[in-house]
């Protein structure tokens, strides 16, 4: 009988693997995924190409790999973050519609020549742009005020 190991790491409670490597280390037991970003693949194609309700879990793994922001997901589908917020929380269900888009989103952003994918790389590469901005505070007494980098 083959063991599975649950691949928790992915933020999804239902992901299993078989074929995975287990071994001791000098700070305990460790286990080798190969192949990362196939599984991935596999997994977000698995999500976005299945009939079910996404659950929050899956809404946000979907996100991660397409490498956006809340408020970014948020711009393309037409809502607002908090919205995108409820959903990766389980607060609120995903809508159909908004559900198929983000699915679309996805398998199109897998596609090497699909249009969509440029405009997602271009997104994701806006948005770490934004998350790498460094802000810089200058102490006077007890205030702390912008410094302009």
Partial sequence: MTNLY????SGLPNVWLDGVESHETPYGPATTIPAMENLHSAIGMAIATSNHQ???EEVRFLRIELDLSQA???QLLDVTEQTVRRWEQGHTEIPGPAQRALAGFYVESTSEDGCLRDLMLKFAETDREMRAIELRFQRN????TPNAA
């Fill in 6 to 9: 649950h691949y928790a790491d």
């Fill in 54 to 56: 996404m659950s929050g």
């Fill in 141 to 144: 007494g007890d205030d702390w």
């Fill in 72 to 74: 970014r997901l948020a």
